[in-house]
């Protein structure tokens, strides 16, 4: 009797043992390839400008379905089970839930300033932005829920058992708390939200463990703040640059100063985003180190290996993937992100599947539609 | 087939697939055998338990192998390795690739059926607010208006004979209608808008870029003009509608009223809210000719680049062109008769209507 491939070693005895040193697969590994990824993208382009957008919901699983399925664990790679419907369904929940209601009230916002109530707009103006805040917190939480509940591995889900009502609350008076005393805290509010919004998740019998600490990342953080710095003295240089360049073409001929009002704002527009892209590359791959670094789940460690220059390589291979294809390359921009998540994903320690059991958090009924209606990302 | 209908059923020889039971995270070995519409799966100790064909949902091949997944129970997996023998294949569902109705229709032609109907729901939306916006009654959209920027609390101006002067513009050009509620707001803003609800709102500062008095009343004639063809509720509900519609692209909650009060019309309801201000014009004997100036002052850059008080200019929401121009002074052309719109004094009285007034408030921001 022959064993189909897959089953033999590891299956029906208990512990695995890993180490992800050299020499050794690791235990992440993404085995897809971007032709064979091609004909999802490109007739999931098709069909949503066709439907006028409505089969991006169907598109987001199919695209999910495939990185999945190319992601081995271990042993065995993992599933995304969620379907288009309930996506498309939390969305519309979403929408009749919240966006119509946020711009009546909006409407009305407008109509109380506009009769002369500056007072009553403002209180009116930041309980709306509040409440925002309090449903963006609630929409991060549940939507990483979500994800969790339909990845499968080894037949095994995970979940949360909180519905993240809670979390909005820490997400709303972290956040505000973070912004005060110029933005010192920004660090530990980040890792702090990271902690609890995953000490709450779990996957099979076992609970996340999120321990980030923002100590390590609090230096790179403290960057963000030379950034007028930056600009000024860059914008000199360039300045005295460009004013020498100029007059030497022209060779005697004043530079016209109109021109000047031109190229210095665009000149100190370049050097502030080029500073702030830089130093938000550097915060940002610490702060993923520091936070799955800290990430442990039952007997497993984990550990984020990319580098400030992994992430400039992987946004700047975005932008020019987009601007080369002019625009069409976005449909492969999921792919590339996912790919290198995986690729920098690392895995340490033991995990006994004896004790692997089933998920026994309530299923969510629907997918990731607060998260959509604000328009913003998961993790 | 002697001999195979000689076999017995449990004497078949099963097939090995790779088994996750949902429960225990541990992959198990099974000997799959058919059992009528029916399949047993056997563990290496002889249990078995038997499923139903129907019950299994496709999944996505692993190694070249089909997986299996059943109804109701989450995490259930059989997954076949290599090939699967004819015999058992054809009780497989098969796999679901783009979604069920798609599969069904096939790629090209589903897509085909959409476009098709999506040029319909297009047209449709881009259609329907002009006849929805026609159905909709005085009232509520009054009641919208105020809703949306009431009276304007102390910006609006009411200096000593300036509201007097305005209601005598009025009465020349539009003399049947009373609902019409024109005001001056102390706004540093070149331009006039239409609001829901036949409300007309002139910014102090076209009043004061303007020459003439037939300046402002070819602005008022225009936004009359708005009025009479609805455009303001067919724009917002064009608007909302396109919102709706492509929200399924891109949904964000901000940006809504920005939408809302930055409603634009397009060229054609320009172009017929410019004849209509021609006719009223004529008719009242107020020479369009001022305003094609007007036009042209504008359109030449005179006006511009004066600080940031002209980021918001008449260009913004009107499409400046020559041929609106044209359109005026041909007009003109061949008419007699002109009467000024307002005397001199009057036509001062207008224009100090905001600067006059001690409780209009002063422009700037102060929200």
Excluded at chain 1, 46 to 56: D, E
Excluded at chain 1, 62 to 81: A, G, K, N, P, V
Excluded at chain 1, 331 to 344: E, P, Q, S, T
Excluded at chain 2, 120 to 135: E, M, W
Aim: hydrophobic share 45%; charged share 20%; aromatic share 12%.
């Amino acid at each position: 009797m022959t064993l189909p491939p897959g089953c033999a070693p590891l299956g029906v005895t208990g512990g695995i043992f890993m180490a992800s040193g050299a020499g050794r697969r690791g235990a992440f590994e993404f085995t897809g390839g971007w032709r064979e990824f091609a004909p999802i993208a490109f007739s999931n382009l098709l069909l949503s400008i066709v439907t006028l957008g409505i089969y991006i919901f169907w598109a987001r699983t199919r695209e999910r379905q495939y990185l999945w399925s190319r992601t081995r664990f271990i042993d065995d790679r993992l599933e995304w089970t969620g379907t288009g419907f309930e996506l498309f369904l939390g969305y519309v929940f979403a929408f009749f839930l919240f966006v119509i209601p946020f711009a009546l009230l909006n409407l009305i916002l407008q109509g109380i300033l506009m009769r002369g109530h500056p007072g009553a707009a403002a209180v009116l103006g930041l309980f709306l932005y509040l409440l925002l805040m309090y449903l963006t917190g609630v929409a991060i939480f549940r939507a990483l829920r979500y994800r969790l509940s339909r990845t499968f591995w080894h037949g095994i889900r995970g979940g949360a058992d909180s519905q993240g009502l809670a979390f909005g609350w820490s997400y709303l008076w972290r956040t505000v708390t973070g912004t005060l005393v110029l933005g010192l805290l920004i660090p530990w509010s980040m890792t702090s939200l990271w902690n609890e919004r995953w000490d709450a998740m779990s996957f099979g019998p076992h609970r996340f463990d999120a321990n980030a600490s923002s100590d390590r990342i609090f230096l790179k953080f403290l960057l963000f703040y030379l950034v007028p710095f930056i600009v000024f003295i860059g914008s000199i240089i360039a300045a005295l640059l460009v004013a020498g360049f100029t007059s030497a073409a022209s060779a005697g001929d004043p530079i016209d100063p109109r021109a000047m009002n031109v190229i210095l704002p665009v000149i100190m527009l370049l050097i502030y985003g080029f500073a702030i892209g830089l130093i938000a590359m550097t915060y940002y791959a610490a702060y993923f180190r520091e936070v799955v670094g800290k990430l442990t789940l039952g007997g497993l460690e984990f550990e984020f290996d990319a580098q400030t220059w992994d992430w400039i390589k992987l946004y700047l291979g975005n932008i020019g993937l987009v601007i080369v294809t002019l625009g069409i390359g976005r449909i492969f921009l999921g792919y590339r992100n996912w790919a290198f998540f995986i690729r920098h994903m690392k895995a340490y320690g033991e995990l006994n599947l004896d004790d692997f059991t089933q998920s026994t958090t309530r299923l969510p009924g629907q997918g990731e539609g607060l998260l959509d209606a604000f328009d913003i990302g998961a993790f | 087939m002697p001999l195979t209908s000689a076999r017995s059923e449990a004497a078949r020889p099963g097939l090995h697939v790779w088994h996750y039971d949902g429960v225990s995270g541990v992959k198990q070995q099974r000997l799959l055998k058919i059992h009528d519409d029916a399949f047993r799966l056997i563990s290496p100790d002889g249990a078995w338990e038997s499923y139903a064909f129907a019950d299994l949902i496709a999944r996505d091949t692993q190694d070249g192998g089909a997986v299996f997944a059943l109804k109701k129970r989450p995490g259930w997996r059989i997954g076949f390795a290599g090939a699967v023998p004819e015999e058992i294949a054809e009780h497989l569902p098969r796999v679901r690739r783009y979604g069920g109705l798609i599969d069904r229709v096939g790629l090209w032609r589903s897509s085909f059926v959409f476009a098709v109907l999506a040029a319909g729901a297009i047209t449709l939306f881009l259609r329907t607010p002009a006849a929805v916006a026609r159905a909709v009654p005085p009232s509520l959209e009054r009641k919208l208006g105020d809703l949306m920027v009431g009276d304007f609390g102390h910006r609006a101006c009411a200096g000593p004979g300036g509201p007097e002067a305005l209601a005598a513009m009025l009465q020349r050009i539009d003399p049947k209608d009373r609902t019409l509620d024109v005001r001056v707001v102390n706004l540093p803003i070149v331009n006039a808008v239409t609001l829901p609800g036949g409300k007309i709102v002139i910014f102090n500062r076209l009043l004061q870029e303007a020459r003439t008095p037939e300046e402002i009343a070819g602005v008022l004639a225009h936004e009359i003009g708005h009025v009479r063809h609805h455009d303001v509720m067919e724009s917002l509900l064009r608007q909302l509608g396109l919102s709706v519609l492509l929200g399924g692209l891109d949904g964000k909650v901000g940006g809504y009223t920005n939408t809302l009060l930055a409603a634009t019309y397009s060229r054609d309801a320009e172009a017929r809210a410019d004849g209509y201000a021609l006719d009223a014009l004529n008719q009242a004997g107020v020479s369009p000719e001022p305003m094609a100036q007007f036009f042209r002052r504008m359109a030449g850059g005179e006006m511009k680049g004066e600080g940031a008080a002209r980021i918001m200019t008449y260009f913004s929401t009107h499409p400046m062109s020559e041929d609106r121009a044209r359109r005026f002074d041909q007009a003109a052309r061949g008419h007699g008769g002109y009467r000024p719109v307002l005397d001199a004094d009057a036509w001062a009285k207008l224009r100090a209507i905001c600067s006059s007034d001690p409780d209009a408030e002063k422009p700037g921001f102060r929200f």
